[in-house]
């Protein structure tokens, strides 16, 4: 799951608290279990003690109730061991008093080792990479990402650790808005929507819609939900949420989010959500015809040199995992140290999540696939879309036993 808006966005969507018990960090939901909605009620001699032990009691109930989801039964694990499991605490709210704490908590458990403690596979079958583009109509309106608007933060809200879509959701800022605003739905070209799609090294488009309608000022406010698939937006599933006034309207786009991801991890599958056959349709090209009685080889002269015709350039795009801004930076300056690369630059940003780079490289991009496994990394794909991650280094080798005396 790849999570790339804002990182204002998704830092205004929830407090994800590092843990202070414990060596454990606060990462995103992208490559953790995440269990939410945990309340705890827990007295203590301090307001830090009481935080401190409504957190344990949190990571105690919250494997449980994981447990429970992927087994079947609920579970328990030593307070030591947990430690080491979770990830991040997800504050969705808290009272906190001088010696008690009350809070509605989600807890973020690393996706590997809780399934291996658990028995069950740490990687679900995900779905093709699919791009988001959020429709949202309001007041006569349509938009996506010409301007900031509710149903865009409702998606950077989000967390995908739990769902088997492969979400790229853009960050709505450089070329976002020109690439994909509302008009864009509207093309039934398919070569257009392919040189969207490659930009951002999806497969397919995932088209999310909200109409909201309010009843009157300060009055109801209805969302009507619709999940489109595809270039011709074709619809998997569609729904009406009522809330009692415009203070619910994020509720209600939150819960909308979390309808539309059921819709479409239920359409996936049934084998309904497949990538377009005719988006990865490419029309042959046309060989130039050489000019007659001149060689197609003959150099090119400048000021008495003879310069070699140089290589085409290619535009690749890599995709590859950035925890931290460190992350984004080592995997930049590694991949412009390769030789014929003539820029690398991060195009669509997701801490914590999966984040695509843009590699301009003068040659073939299989010789740079090539050239970044030298170089320590681990390549997958093909053609001009790669993912990127850093290989797992062996083991030492086991120590030679002595010869008998």
């Known amino acids: 799951m790849r ?8 830092i ?14 606060a990462q995103d939901g992208s490559g953790s279990f995440e269990v939410s909605g945990v309340t705890v009620d827990v007295s203590g001699s301090s307001a830090d003690a009481a935080r401190t032990g409504g957190w344990r009691l949190a990571q105690r109930k919250g494997w449980s109730m994981l447990s429970q989801r992927l087994t079947g039964k609920a ?37 590997n080792r809780a399934a291996e403690i658990l028995g069950v596979s740490g990687f679900l079958t995900r779905s093709p990479p699919l791009l988001v583009l959020p429709l949202m109509r309001s007041g006569g309106v349509v938009t996506t990402f010409e301007r900031d608007n509710e149903w865009v933060d409702a998606w950077a809200r989000f967390r995908t650790g ?46 999310p819609q909200v109409a909201l309608y309010r009843q009157w000022p300060g009055g109801p ?18 729904f009406s949420l009522r809330v009692a006034n415009a203070d619910g309207v994020d509720a209600l786009l939150d819960t909308g989010v979390r309808r539309l991801d059921e819709a479409y991890q239920s359409a996936l599958r049934g084998g309904i959500l497949r990538p377009d056959p005719l988006l990865e349709f490419v029309p042959p090209s046309v060989e130039p015809t050489p000019t007659p009685g001149l060689p197609d ?38 991949v412009r140290a390769i030789p014929n690369v003539r ?8 801490l914590g999540g ?26 997958e794909g093909s053609g001009n879309v790669y993912r990127i991650g850093r290989a797992i280094p062996a083991g030492p080798a086991p120590a030679e036993a002595p010869p008998p005396q």
Do not use: K
């Open 3 to 10: 999570a790339l808006f804002s990182r204002i966005a998704m």
């Open 12 to 25: 205004a969507a929830c407090a994800v608290m590092p843990l202070a018990i414990g060596a454990s960090r």
């Open 75 to 111: 579970g328990s694990l030593p307070d030591s061991t947990l430690d080491s499991l979770v990830t991040g605490i997800v504050v969705e709210n808290e009272e906190i008093g001088p010696g008690r704490y009350i809070a509605r908590l989600g807890v973020l458990f690393n996706r």
């Open 162 to 207: 739990n769902t088997t879509i492969d979400y790229i959701r853009p960050a709505g800022n450089g070329p976002d808005a020109l690439l994909m605003n509302a008009g864009l739905t509207g093309r039934p070209g398919r070569g257009w929507w392919r040189n969207v799609l490659d930009q951002y090294g999806a497969s397919d488009v995932l088209i």
């Open 221 to 238: 406010v209805i969302g009507v939900f619709r999940a489109g698939h595809g270039p011709d937006n074709r619809e998997l599933a569609r």
């Open 297 to 334: 080889d003959i150099p090119v002269i400048e000021g008495g040199d003879t310069m070699l015709p140089s290589a085409p350039v290619a535009s690749v795009t890599l995709q590859f995992e950035t925890p931290g801004v460190a992350a984004v930076n080592a995997a930049e300056a590694s």
């Open 343 to 350: 820029s690398a630059v991060t195009s669509s940003l997701a």
């Open 354 to 379: 999966t984040s695509l780079m843009r590699v301009e490289f003068a040659g073939d991009p299989a010789v740079l696939a090539v050239a970044l496994e030298s170089r320590g990394w681990r390549v």
